[in-house]
């Protein structure tokens, strides 16, 4: 009687399941028609998805275990269990017999670019000797492309077959294991995991260096909890807040910082001292009676706490990761995009394992940055992760645009940070300028207008906002003194970020939105700041944002949503507390940008919303504006997008300027005419002596188009160097024109002279850089064929020059 043995399949389940069971019937029909031993597959009575948690049916009395092996089996798959097992079994069956057996037999369904685990390299013996395709595609591809890779497929298929006759009949079986023994299988895939841990922790450094400032958390308990009164705990007790948390608030707001803080914590093992002479790992004991659950000592004495205690959640490896490219790394990607030279010694698996077990969290920053048609994909990516691993921490950045708040439920627990203290603002700015004297000296300038200006300090209590207010003081010109209203305006603008370029492929309709100008964001901004003056500018009701943003003016505007979303993701004026609540950064920020619609925002009644909501800041402001208007110079517009000259956009279309499609003129005082009207002239048209055009061609706005004709007089070109949008001229009857040089320096396409003396064609036409047509109208004899070629040396046969005969009728 020809015996049968059992064999079970470890994969990653849900994933290629229709691929995985094509490779296996292949497998099987082998199995069935070969001269050697039988086997039968192990599987579950009612088919359902495999839990990585309980492992695959049947590893842990199957006479050979098929494991598919890849990044997802290793990351996401019941890898861990299944090989706790199996390394299990392979130790007791050598503790019976001396010999250990070996019930694994490892395949390559993807090939895994990260270093095998130990025990998975040791039952690795069948890669030897297989086609190239084998280790470079895998099997799912060979499966996929059976008709392309049948020849290796075959080879392939035949060593499995053999392989696992040799393995049943060559070695001693591996002992089975009930249920419970299966259960309490210590983990085998992490042996090497410790001393990579620690290579990793050389390797990855924070980002950021942290703030020179102690931070507060503005924290609020769960939602059913309803208006709780905030409690300002130090940024040091945030683990102990919860698992999961989401970090709250608008852009520049210092989240990077803090997360790389957090991460600093984790990796240092010594203490760390912040300002005030506190350590972040002690805390006081009025600050631990603010949080749910924790008893601070009695007798006066600080808490010991250990390196284990001050690292985060007692995780020592931090997964800081930034979605600032669009997505998130996945999880065979964090230890590349984190520590990439120590990409090459990372055991497949290792990051999984780590988050895993808990010993390693995530902080999850630049969210904002993704673009808003990939933004739910990155959200249900990080949803899943984290109920893939329930119990590693995790921390996310956000300014609340695009949260999936209905998912988050009571597991996550929303905290924000609390705005710079006025001390806190000297503090910062003291250690940005301590680099170089310009900043000391623009310190000196700028800390007295902070002390007696309210507003000016209010907008800079954000990092961002104050950096920037130091990098404008320095930036003026001395001894001249900067105006106030410029200065708000930088503490204002300081996130402003502009539209993400796009690739130069053709937009596929509906799928994502087209960017919002600036123009359009300044004037949402200013009309959601007036609409909302009577309101608290942190609990801004969600309806009332978007009726403000809501312009019935404009047919083609863009949706209220997608306003918002910009105003909070690129202007960083706004932000999203909660699921039905819209804020802004600060009350004097939302000043700011009422008094600049106010004044620069055509058909605003400035004095109707004063005397509606009196407010002797928004006032004196609003005078600055428009006295700052009215002044001589150049205007400098408000919100100028950092890294670029400022440009004046009021917040209301401009009235339209006067225009005309063609003009024409017989004389200098005509065209002095239209110069000062301001009107732009498209195609300009001189008949007859025409004096002073190279000084005022060259001043016209829009001319693209110009004609000269009935000037026997003209013999030379005008001066065509300053007309930057001309592209055509045009000579009529004008017979003694010859000097054509003045083309050489302009931007002119385009030239027609008729009519055009019997002469060759001059040579300066060749050195016209732009010049690329050229037609000359001649009477009488037909021209020279030698006229029409360029000189000899010439390398290029541009512009292309014809001459065309007119009769003489």
């Not at 002479?277 to 250990?306: F, H, I, S």
């Not at 992760?385 to 009571?410: K, M, Q, Y």
Request: aromatic share 4%; with cysteine; charged share 20%.
């Amino acid at each position: 009687m020809v015996p049968v043995y059992r064999y079970a399949v470890s994969y990653a389940h849900g994933r290629d399941e229709a691929w995985v069971a094509r490779f296996l019937d292949e497998l099987r029909r082998r199995l069935e028609t070969g001269d050697g031993p039988r086997f039968h597959r192990l599987v579950p009575p009612a088919f359902s998805d495999g839990d990585p948690g309980k492992g695959s049916y049947g590893t842990r009395t199957a006479d050979v275990v098929l494991a598919l092996c890849s990044p997802a089996y290793f990351n996401e798959g019941p890898a861990q269990r299944d090989w706790a097992v199996l390394a299990l079994r392979r130790s007791l069956g050598q503790a019976r017999t001396g010999v250990a057996p070996q019930p694994a037999l490892p395949l390559v369904w993807e090939p895994v670019e990260r270093r095998l685990p130990g025990p998975v390299m040791t039952a690795d013996v069948f890669s030897a000797g297989q086609p190239a395709e084998y280790r470079s595609l895998g099997l799912a591809l060979l499966t996929m492309q059976a008709p392309r890779y049948r020849q290796a497929l075959d080879r392939v298929l035949n060593g499995i077959v053999a392989r696992m006759a040799e393995m049943v009949t060559v070695q001693a079986p591996a002992p089975e294991l009930d249920e419970r023994s299966a259960e309490d299988a210590p983990d085998a895939l992490s042996a090497d995991d410790a001393a990579f841990t620690e290579r990793f922790r050389k390797e990855v450094v924070p980002a950021l260096p942290p703030l020179p400032v102690a931070r507060t958390l503005a924290s609020r308990g769960p939602a059913d909890a309803g208006h709780t009164p905030e409690h300002a705990l130090p940024t040091e007790l945030l683990p102990r807040l919860g698992r999961r948390i989401v970090l709250v608030g608008p852009a520049g707001a210092g989240h990077s910082t803090e997360l790389a803080r957090l991460a600093a914590r984790a990796l240092d093992g010594a203490s760390e001292r912040v300002p005030g002479g506190t350590v972040p790992g002690q805390v006081t004991a009025g600050a631990l009676q603010e949080v749910p659950g924790v008893r601070p000592r009695t007798d006066g004495a600080p808490a010991a706490r250990t390196a284990a205690d001050r690292a985060p959640w007692g995780c020592r490896v931090p997964f800081v990761l930034s979605a600032r490219s669009g997505a998130l790394p996945r999880l065979d990607g964090m230890v590349p995009t984190l520590a990439p030279l120590a990409a090459a010694q990372e055991p497949a698996g290792w990051a999984s394992r780590r988050l895993r077990s808990g010993q390693a969290f995530l902080a999850v920053d630049d969210l904002d940055a993704v673009p808003a048609s990939n933004r739910a994909a990155v959200w249900e990516w990080l949803l899943h992760l984290l109920e893939a691993h329930p119990d590693a921490p995790c921390v996310i950045a956000t300014n609340g645009t695009g949260v999936p708040w209905s998912r988050l439920g009571d597991t996550f627990r929303v905290v924000g940070l609390t705005p710079l203290y006025p001390d806190d603002v000297r503090a910062l700015l003291d250690s940005r300028a301590a680099a170089s004297p310009e900043d000391r000296q623009a310190l000196g300038a700028l800390l007295p207008r902070c002390d007696s200006d309210p507003l000016l300090v209010g907008v800079a209590d954000r990092p961002a906002a104050a950096a920037a207010l130091l990098r404008a003081t320095s930036a003026a010109a001395r001894p001249v003194r900067i105006p106030r209203h410029q200065l708000l305006r930088a503490g204002v603008s300081a996130v402003w970020r502009r539209p993400r370029v796009e690739t130069t492929a053709p937009p596929v309709p509906g799928l994502a939105a087209s960017p919002v100008p600036d123009s359009v964001l300044r004037a949402a901004s200013g009309r959601l700041a007036v609409a909302t003056l009577g309101l608290d500018d942190s609990h801004i009701p969600l309806r009332t944002a978007l009726s403000a943003l809501r312009d019935t003016g404009s047919p083609d505007s863009a949706s209220p949503e997608h306003l918002l979303a910009a105003l909070a993701d690129r202007a960083g004026v706004v932000f999203r507390p909660g699921p039905d609540t819209v804020a802004f950064p600060n009350p004097e920020v939302r000043t700011y940008l009422a008094a600049h619609h106010l004044a620069y925002a055509l058909g605003t009644d400035a004095d109707t919303v004063l005397r509606r909501h009196p407010s002797a800041e928004l006032a004196a402001l609003l005078a600055e504006l428009r006295a700052a208007e009215t002044s001589p110079g150049p205007v400098r517009s408000v919100l100028a997008t950092p890294g670029g000259s400022p440009r004046r956009l009021p917040a209301g279309s401009p009235p339209p300027r006067p225009a005309v499609r063609r003009a024409s003129v017989r004389s200098s005082a005509e065209v002095r005419a239209l110069l000062r009207a301001g009107t732009a002239v498209p195609a300009l048209r001189c008949t007859g002596p025409v004096d002073g055009l190279a000084e005022v061609l060259p001043r016209l706005p829009g001319l693209r188009s110009l004609v000269l004709a009935d000037d026997p007089s003209l013999v030379a070109l005008p001066e065509l160097a300053g007309c930057r949008s001309l592209r055509s001229v045009r000579v009529l009857r004008c017979p003694n024109l010859r000097d054509l040089t003045a083309l050489e320096s302009s931007a002119v396409m385009f030239l027609d002279i008729d009519p055009w003396p019997d002469l060759p064609v001059p040579d300066g036409l060749r050195r016209a850089l732009w010049l690329s047509r050229v037609n000359l109208v001649t009477v009488g004899s037909r021209p020279r064929p030698a006229a029409a070629v360029p000189p000899p040396g010439t390398d290029t046969l541009f512009p292309e020059i014809r001459m065309r005969r007119r009769r003489r009728n």
